[in-house]
T-cell receptor
């Protein structure tokens, strides 16, 4: 049973466009929501994370939007670049103890 | 600085053979350690986690086991591999300090034939 549901499974975006990935969760005890970026053949790397006491967090071209009442959060990649082509995972945990991951979204940025 | 080492990078094993994957962490002490498995085109499934030497928690009943013989060493094992054990195995650690976020190793691609 997947505790975090992620969509879409894949997306293609033109260079300079916006990539949006959505995640939803059920467990209201979750209090830490990170996003990981994974390139082929590599382990995932922490990209950005948010706690439910804020509604948005921005780091460079990456923004997390968080809607606590809807139990949803999303990743926006602004001005997408070919180097952003990777698989992105949302995750959730209680105090960063045991991460539950979404199924992943493969993002392809076309030049 | 903290680093995590995982080996081997790739492994092809016949069905019924044993398995031993090793993960070590440097530059930190008493970390939480985790083994995840990633099937092709799917998300990461937590297999085992450890909060200390000899302390192992299993998340999914399966053909695998884990051990933590030293503070910064985490081993994933199997006595007899199944075809369904194929996948990308990732070790991760988490500091118990105020810095959040897992650090993952580079993974082991296991193919059971």
């Amino acid at each position: 049973q997947q505790q975090v549901k992620q969509s879409p499974q894949s997306l293609i975006v033109q260079k300079g466009g916006i990539s949006i990935i959505n995640c939803a969760y059920e467990n209201t005890a979750f209090d830490y929501f990170p996003w990981y970026q994974q390139f082929p053949g590599k382990g995932p790397a922490l990209l950005i994370a948010i706690r439910p006491d804020v509604s948005e967090k921005k780091e460079g071209r990456f923004t997390i939007s968080f809607n606590k009442s809807a139990k949803q959060f999303s990743l926006h990649i602004m001005d997408s670049q070919p180097g952003d082509s990777a698989t992105y995972f949302c995750a959730a945990s209680i105090n960063d103890y045991k991460l539950s991951f979404g199924a992943g979204t493969t993002v392809t940025v076309r030049a | 600085s903290q680093t995590i080492h995982q080996w081997p990078a790739t492994l092809v094993q016949p069905v019924g053979s044993p398995l031993s994957l090793e993960c070590t962490v440097e530059g930190t002490s008493n970390p939480n350690l985790y083994w995840y498995r990633q099937a092709a085109g799917r998300g990461l499934q937590l297999l085992f986690y450890s909060v200390g030497i000899g302390q192992i928690s299993s998340e999914v009943p399966q053909n695998l086991s884990a051990s933590r013989p030293q503070d910064r060493q985490f081993i994933l094992s199997s006595k007899k591999l199944l075809l369904s054990d194929s996948g990308f195995y990732l070790c991760a650690w988490r500091s118990r300090g105020r810095i959040y976020g897992y650090t993952f190793g580079s993974g082991t691609r296991l193919t059971v034939v």
